[in-house]
């Protein structure tokens, strides 16, 4: 089930890192009174009247002065003009709320209407994405009065709200709530769905083409090429796949200071609908903060995954350790422990390119492994026999295991107090079962319940 991704844009400085923080119910966000201080797309799962979303808090949209032409007696070729500025600001407005499903459009009520604020609105104006207006610092009612100004954007209504104490918030959440859009579950299928994520340009659309082995997909070296997720069905070996391409960015080009970074939330949802992640690196600019921020949510949706490091024709001077090297590093770098295969191809020239699908269905396949509840608790006890756990030197107890679901593989650990298990303990288990069923490329989920809490996975 699609997960609604809400967006909040405006210009720096009217409040969005501290609504994101509120919103999400804890401090995610570096919140300082200096414009641009958020540098890196944040994102945390939010709910409201039990409607889960993903809020995104997209920094000030990198716009450091709403004035960019040159000073007073200037020469015109030492600063960008004005129309620069209207086209930046655009082209980052429009890679946010393209990339949402609901957009909260964030406005200073302190600073009253400013030209930044008619350049985003009219950008708004022109999307299908449903977009609701918050006016912040909305702070004494004399603010509140003054956020009226703000119906001359053609927004519709204009919700006054204090993100640094609460007021009006409620009113807002019940507002993103009421646009977020009804998407139809999708009917169950035996396919595997393949999703290639990666930042833009580091050949997910040239590797779906070599999948394929056929142009499918438009292949451009200018990031940002693919402009919508691209489900291509297919049948390997006779098994139903379902390859999901996605965007990098949404515009052609580059922008001032990057908004490929926008290319995250469309790997959100790809990600989501995905049974396997193929996670494409380029070898050539190694692991970047970006590759890091999507394998994080990979792990957390617990989806399996094959690192895929693409372009490894352009490595010069390789030898019989390179590869080796370059594994390490990336597991270091994306927190990947073994259980993760690292493949390196070049889709330009179909250097291995053949043993992506069948790395794939592997992984997929161990998503799938049942352990018997025999062989589990046997296992259990050894691994207590060898390690007893303890906490503060209380006793912990591990009474018996069972594998309560599939996909991801997940097993209930019945326990005397579940409070006393340590995380390196859980750890511990982990890479015990994990020497017996590897689970290639799979993550699982452990989790510890109090005795007679029942065998739920989706009990706490």
């Given at each position: 089930?699609?997960?609604?991704?809400?967006?909040?844009?405006?210009?720096?400085?009217?409040?969005?890192?501290?609504?994101?923080?509120?919103?999400?119910?804890?401090?995610?966000?570096?919140?300082?009174?200096?414009?641009?201080?958020?540098?890196?797309?944040?994102?945390?799962?939010?709910?409201w009247?039990?409607?889960?979303?993903?809020?995104?808090?997209?920094?000030?949209?990198?716009?450091?002065?709403?004035?960019?032409?040159?000073?007073?007696?200037?020469?015109?070729?030492?600063?960008?003009?004005?129309?620069?500025?209207?086209?930046?600001?655009?082209?980052?407005?429009?890679?946010?709320?393209?990339?949402?499903d609901?957009?909260?459009?964030?406005?200073?009520?302190?600073?009253?209407?400013?030209?930044?604020?008619?350049?985003?609105?009219?950008?708004?104006?022109?999307?299908?994405?449903?977009?609701?207006?918050?006016?912040?610092?909305?702070?004494?009612?004399?603010?509140?009065?003054?956020?009226?100004?703000?119906?001359?954007?053609?927004?519709?209504?204009?919700?006054?709200?204090?993100?640094?104490?609460?007021?009006?918030?409620?009113?807002?959440?019940d507002?993103?709530?009421?646009?977020?859009?009804?998407?139809?579950?999708?009917?169950?299928?035996?396919?595997?769905?393949?999703?290639?994520?990666?930042?833009?340009?580091?050949?997910k659309?040239?590797?779906?083409?070599?999948?394929?082995?056929?142009?499918?997909?438009?292949?451009?070296p200018?990031?940002?090429?693919?402009?919508?997720?691209?489900?291509?069905?297919?049948?390997?070996?006779?098994?139903?796949?379902?390859?999901?391409?996605?965007?990098?960015?949404?515009?052609?080009g580059?922008?001032?200071?990057?908004?490929e970074?926008?290319?995250?939330?469309?790997?959100?949802?790809?990600?989501?609908r995905?049974?396997?992640?193929?996670?494409?690196?380029?070898?050539?600019a190694?692991?970047?903060?970006?590759?890091?921020?999507?394998?994080?949510?990979?792990?957390?949706?617990?989806?399996?995954?094959?690192?895929?490091?693409?372009?490894?024709?352009?490595i010069?001077?390789?030898?019989?350790?390179t590869?080796?090297?370059?594994?390490?590093?990336?597991?270091?770098?994306?927190?990947?422990?073994?259980?993760?295969?690292?493949?390196?191809?070049?889709?330009?020239?179909?250097?291995?390119?053949?043993?992506?699908?069948?790395?794939?269905?592997?992984?997929?396949?161990?998503?799938?492994?049942?352990?018997?509840?025999?062989?589990?608790n046997?296992?259990?006890?050894?691994?207590?026999?060898?390690?007893?756990?303890?906490?503060?030197?209380?006793?912990?107890?591990?009474?018996?295991?069972?594998?309560?679901?599939?996909?991801?593989?997940?097993?209930?650990?019945?326990?005397?107090?579940?409070?006393?298990?340590?995380?390196?303990?859980?750890r511990?288990?982990?890479?015990?079962?994990?020497?017996?069923?590897?689970?290639?490329?799979?993550?699982?989920?452990?989790?510890?319940?109090?005795?007679?809490?029942?065998?739920?996975?989706?009990?706490?």
């Open positions: 089930m699609h997960t609604p991704i809400v967006a909040l844009v405006g210009r720096p400085n009217v409040g969005k890192s501290t609504l994101f923080n509120r919103l999400a119910g804890q401090r995610l966000s570096i919140v300082e009174d200096e414009p641009g201080t958020t540098r890196d797309r944040l994102y945390a799962p939010a709910e009247t039990n409607q889960p979303f993903m809020m995104v808090d997209t920094g000030g949209l990198d716009i450091a002065a709403t004035d960019r032409s040159p000073q007073k007696g200037q020469p015109e070729s030492l600063g960008p003009s004005s129309r620069d500025f209207v086209r930046e600001i655009r082209a980052q407005a429009e890679a946010a709320i393209e990339e949402a609901v957009v909260v459009f964030m406005v200073d009520a302190k600073d009253g209407v400013t030209a930044a604020d008619r350049d985003i609105a009219d950008v708004l104006r022109r999307t299908d994405r449903p977009v609701i207006l918050a006016a912040n610092k909305a702070d004494n009612e004399t603010r509140r009065q003054q956020a009226l100004e703000f119906y001359e954007l053609s927004l519709g209504e204009v919700y006054p709200i204090s993100a640094l104490h609460g007021t009006g918030t409620g009113d807002l959440l507002a993103i709530v009421e646009k977020i859009p009804v998407v139809p579950e999708e009917p169950e299928s035996d396919a595997v769905h393949i999703a290639l994520v990666g930042r833009p340009n580091v050949g659309s040239s590797l779906l083409n070599a999948l394929l082995q056929e142009e499918r997909a438009i292949v451009s200018i990031p940002g090429t693919t402009r919508d997720a691209i489900d291509t069905p297919l049948k390997w070996e006779g098994q139903e796949l379902v390859l999901i391409d996605t965007a990098g960015i949404r515009r052609r580059k922008v001032e200071q990057g908004i970074k926008y290319s995250v939330m469309r790997a959100l949802s790809a990600i989501e995905s049974d396997v992640v193929l996670l494409v690196i380029d070898a050539t190694g692991v970047i903060s970006q590759d890091a921020h999507v394998a994080g949510f990979i792990l957390e949706a617990y989806k399996s995954v094959v690192v895929i490091v693409n372009k490894w024709d352009a010069p001077d390789k030898d019989s350790m590869m080796v090297r370059y594994t390490e590093e990336i597991r270091e770098q994306l927190h990947f422990l073994d259980y993760v295969p690292v493949l390196f191809i070049s889709a330009l020239n179909g250097q291995r390119v053949g043993k992506v699908l069948p790395a794939a269905l592997a992984v997929a396949a161990q998503r799938k492994v049942r352990v018997p509840t025999g062989e589990l046997r296992l259990i006890q050894d691994a207590v026999a060898a390690h007893a756990p303890t906490s503060g030197g209380r006793q912990v107890k591990l009474y018996y295991a069972t594998q309560a679901a599939v996909a991801p593989p997940t097993f209930i650990v019945f326990v005397n107090n579940r409070e006393l298990v340590h995380f390196s303990y859980a511990y288990l982990e890479n015990r079962i994990r020497a017996s069923f590897p689970f290639e490329g799979t993550p699982i989920r452990l989790i510890f319940r109090n005795r007679g809490e029942g065998h739920g996975a989706d009990q706490n």
